[in-house]
């Protein structure tokens, strides 16, 4: 699905065929790393199914919007923006949509939309913290291993306090589509996972 989804909207922008199968292979590679458990193809794909509409910008944040991802790292938003900018330029796409698209890309480092179409986009990459019990366990456990690196103390520190941010914003998700789908749920499930620790 993923695959013909990046080449058709490729199209949109060039004719070089080996260029969009070379762009492609390099998505493909990095969302299969070894350290990735949550953040690999399959969470694109959830977005895809998660948002309600779709353009150029939003379909090209999906693809390049974790294309850098370290654990360990504070900047992967940043350089992931940077990667994208600089596939975008190959494919011809034009500077005002490129840096929409890295404008997005580097939103989903504070979730704060500067715009109701980024507040989906960054709704839809969070939408996870709204699903069933099971799925949301998975979602805990894999991205505990993406964070091995870390000791018991150290990671649970550091996910309660992501976890009580999130609790403390007066909503979770900007977009009231979003809103009304997984708002009360997505709470619950934090309340959940708080327990744990």
Known sequence: MLKNKFQTLCQNFTKDYNLVNTLWEEIEE?????????????????????????????????????????????????????????????????????EEVTQLIVETKTHEPSSKRNALFLDADLAVLGSSEN????????????????????????????????????????SDYFYELYERKARKNIEWELILY
Do not use: W
């Open 30 to 98: 990095k969302h299969s790393e070894p350290t990735r458990y949550y953040h690999t193809l399959k969470h694109l794909e959830h977005i895809y199914i998660e948002l309600p509409k779709l353009d150029a910008v939003t379909e090209f944040a999906i693809f390049y919007h974790d294309i850098v991802y370290d654990a360990s790292c504070s900047n992967n938003e940043e350089e992931s923006a940077s990667v994208c900018e600089k596939r975008l330029t190959l494919l011809g796409v034009k500077s005002k949509l490129t």
């Open 135 to 174: 799925i949301y366990k998975t979602y805990t456990q894999n991205i505990r291993k993406e964070y091995a690196t870390y000791s018991d103390s150290v990671y649970s520190e550091g996910r309660q306090k992501v976890l009580k941010h999130f609790l403390e914003k007066k909503r979770i998700y900007m």
